[in-house]
Nanobody
């Protein structure tokens, strides 16, 4: 039906940068917003960032604001997460997600309809 494919994860030293990508495919497909979530080892899944497709408006978790930037390429149906000044605490599996309607809060994972497979990000000290 709808598939989200993530890429760009890997191992990086503290203070370094990494860019994650999430490409959406499937027919038919439309989305109100795309978001990024992450899950650290032994912990729950937390909101990271989101972007509204039509307007480009963004939202960020306090823990990443000023360091991470979410963006989208409408022609490629792809969203990106640029991660700068990475810290060991950022180590997690990062998931992208799509929400079809505007109902609910973007930071709530239960409001999203489709999820990617996740990509591992490891930040060493």
């Amino acid at each position: 039906q709808v598939q989200l494919v993530e890429s760009g994860g890997g191992l990086v030293q503290a203070g370094g940068s990494l860019r994650l990508s999430c490409a959406a495919s499937g027919r038919p497909f439309s989305s109100y917003a795309m978001g990024w979530f992450r899950q650290a080892p032994g912990k729950g899944r937390d909101f990271v960032a989101a972007i509204i497709w039509s307007t480009g408006n963004t939202a960020y978790a306090d823990s990443v604001k000023g360091r991470f930037t979410i963006s989208r390429d409408n022609a490629k149906n792809t969203v990106y997460l640029q991660m700068n000044s990475l810290k060991p605490e950022d180590t997690a599996v990062y998931y992208c997600a799509a929400v079809i309607t505007s109902f609910g809060r973007l930071a709530n994972e239960n409001n999203y309809d489709y999820w990617g497979q996740g990509t591992q990000v490891t930040v060493s000290s």
